[in-house]
């Protein structure tokens, strides 16, 4: 708990910061980490594959969207309703794909982040299609529209810190136990009498519900949707991000955030050819880093502490 409250008053610094380009990328990384975060629970400390993540912080952004837009439901409310309903989607789904293992599993993810992507750009008379949703009502308070990054901040930063004490908590426990068994081997977690099928889809169905409601204050903030962010490109970004992180590392994970998302500003020169340099970014951090990137920084900096204090004795 010291991190993290070292970690709060950190951020709350960093809200003074007069740049928008730093704070909006800042506000980018909180929402992102909560993405990230759920699909770290089910990869890293459940062992299930996943390449269609985004699908869900689409969902969580127009369903928010319709909501409040349609029925006139104010967007503090429409969010956790929104959250609810693909938290619930994510439940209904682990029933039909974790029937599958390996590659299959794989296959079957992405398909589903393929399928609602295109119900994003098809279904023009719900979602806008190509041209999105325009007029999404804006989160207010006391009549203050937070329409700002300065604004917005305190919220995406608080929805993320809540949710990776929420994470540490879970993998800490002993539910976290059971997930960590799973990963290891699902038949010896099932002879010792854990329900796998069932926790399997609680973590899908927690992760989902994370990515809704970061992608529901996303879409409350800048109040625009297009179907561009949620495509399976973002899923396979967010599979670098935790990699990158290291797949069962919480504050791995915000690091792999931070280092992609900022990675990604210098290669918007590249257009869409920076998912080349994802890719080999990807390959590299599993050969040489299979524990995140962050991991090997560390050990690097304490062997050469240890060689110093070598040199010096």
Request: proline share 3%.
């Amino acid at each position: 708990m010291n991190r993290i409250a070292a970690f709060t008053a950190l951020i709350a610094a960093l809200w003074f910061v007069e740049s928008g380009y730093i704070l909006n990328l800042l506000v980018v990384i909180a929402l992102h980490t909560i993405c990230a975060l759920g699909l770290s629970l089910l990869m890293g400390y459940t062992g299930q594959i996943s390449l269609g993540h985004a699908a869900f912080y689409g969902l969580g952004a127009y369903g928010s969207a319709l909501i409040a837009m349609r029925l006139g439901i104010d967007p503090w409310v429409s969010i956790f309703v929104a959250t609810a309903i693909v938290g619930a989607v994510g439940w209904c789904l682990g029933w039909l794909i974790f029937r599958l293992r390996g590659h299959h599993l794989a296959m079957a993810t992405l398909a589903f982040g393929v399928i609602v992507y295109v119900g994003f750009v098809e279904l023009t008379d719900l979602t806008g299609g190509p041209n999105g949703l325009q007029d999404v009502p804006i989160f207010t308070v006391f009549g203050t529209y937070l329409d700002t990054d300065p604004l917005i901040y305190p919220v995406a930063w608080g929805a993320c810190i809540l949710v990776m004490i929420l994470a540490h908590n879970l993998v800490t426990s002993p539910r976290g136990l059971s997930m960590r068994s799973v990963a290891e081997n699902e038949r010896v977690a099932a002879s010792m009498g854990q329900n796998v099928a069932a926790l399997k889809r609680q973590i899908l169905m927690l992760g989902a519900a994370w990515a809704a409601f970061a992608g529901g204050i996303w879409a409350h903030f800048l109040g625009y949707l297009s179907p561009n962010p949620f495509d399976v490109g973002f899923s396979i970004k967010l599979l670098v991000m935790v990699a990158i992180g290291g797949f069962a590392n919480i504050w791995g994970v915000l690091f792999g955030v931070a280092f992609v998302t900022i990675l990604g500003q210098l290669l918007k020169p590249f257009g869409f050819y920076d998912v080349v340099v994802y890719g080999f970014l990807l390959v590299v951090v599993m050969i040489f880093f299979p524990n995140g990137l962050l991991d090997g920084i560390v050990r690097g900096i304490k062997s050469g502490f240890g060689a110093a204090r070598r040199a010096r004795a």
